[in-house]
């Protein structure tokens, strides 16, 4: 079916926290967590309205900016934004440094609610998404290998978390791309184990922060959104060291992003790099053609035709689903 403008509100992948239990049924269906405005990113929930004061944010950082990532494994506008992310790291990641915080988005099925009540359901949504955001999703992973909760990949992001920072943002990677365009159930040990293998992680420490202490860093991170007003992904806290803050709530252009960052100091310098597919792969192995059109400045019409020709070269490898396509870096020629 056609996607228009006139749909209004469609799945995003469960791109919100749970709805509070004490809401009537009424209230639900008008403001249901699975229900999300496709334009605007925007996924809410009803309840916990007042914005609570980040201030305390900023502890311990060694960058002008932080921002704090409020997000899930499994938020499929989350994964839409990646493109602006990535582009964001490599402009402004000399001025920022941000923390990825794990929302809890799907605790289980236990709901039935807005017509969103079965993991099938989903399926149609996350396709129509896909065609939105740019970015290749395959929803067929809810009819043939479906989800039973986000929990368990967020325990596993904080337990690669304790190890490295650095390493828990490629597993995170790893995991969006195995849920969203393998049709992989992340839920499942051998696919975290392959995830975290494929970030550098040690293994035997990762499965034993898994099962042990990440569980209560997950619960903290949970607490610490309910305390900011969090209700909704992805969520993002630009704050500086006097405790000033703006927030970019949902999925937005790049400027939004961008523009976060000069209302706190506008004085903030962006970074030059280079617009070459090389130096684009050497940063980010694998990319979609709406991330390589971001990173490099290449109009999007074309991107897909020049990783296209990289690949019948034999310099990157290509897997396609139904919804499009990312390209994986195989070597870098000289």
């Not at 490295?164 to 995991?175: S, T, W």
Request: charged share 25%; hydrophobic share 35%.
């Amino acid at each position: 079916m056609k996607l228009t403008k006139q749909i209004l509100v469609v799945v995003l992948a469960f791109c919100t926290a749970n709805c509070n239990s004490q809401q009537t049924k009424t209230m639900q269906e008008k403001t249901n967590p699975l229900l999300c405005d496709i334009e605007t990113g925007l996924c809410e929930m009803p309840g916990n309205d007042q914005d609570t004061s980040a201030s305390g944010i900023f502890q311990s950082v060694k960058k002008p900016i932080k921002v704090v990532y409020y997000t899930d494994p499994i938020c499929s506008s989350c994964w839409g934004i990646e493109p602006q992310l990535r582009k964001l790291k490599l402009e402004y990641g000399n001025s920022i440094e941000i923390e990825y915080r794990m929302g809890g988005l799907l605790p289980d099925w236990n709901y039935n609610s807005g017509g969103i009540s079965k993991p099938s359901d989903v399926a149609h949504h996350w396709d129509e998404v896909s065609v939105y955001y740019d970015m290749p999703i395959d929803g067929d992973v809810w009819l043939v290998d479906p989800l039973s909760s986000s929990y368990p990949p967020s325990i596993a992001f904080k337990a690669a978390q304790i190890q490295d920072k650095h390493k828990a943002v490629v597993f995170l990677r790893e995991i969006r791309e195995m849920v969203f365009l393998e049709k992989k159930n992340i839920t499942k040990w051998e696919y975290l184990e392959q995830a975290a293998k494929n970030a550098g992680l040690d293994l035997q420490q990762f499965k034993t922060d898994y099962e042990g202490k990440a569980k209560a860093l997950f619960d903290d991170d949970l607490k610490f959104g309910r305390e900011l007003g969090v209700r909704g992904f992805p969520t993002l806290f630009f704050v500086d060291s006097t405790g000033k803050t703006e927030k970019v709530y949902g999925s937005k252009p790049y400027a939004s992003y961008e523009d976060a960052i000069l209302k706190l100091d506008a004085a903030t310098a962006k970074s030059t790099y280079p617009k070459s597919w090389e130096f684009a792969f050497s940063k980010y192995p694998s990319l979609t053609a709406k991330e390589f059109s971001e990173l490099t400045g290449t109009p999007r019409s074309e991107s897909e035709q020049k990783l296209n020709e990289l690949t019948s070269k034999g310099i990157l490898g290509k897997l396609t689903t139904k919804n499009g396509s990312i390209w994986t870096i195989k070597k870098i020629t000289h």
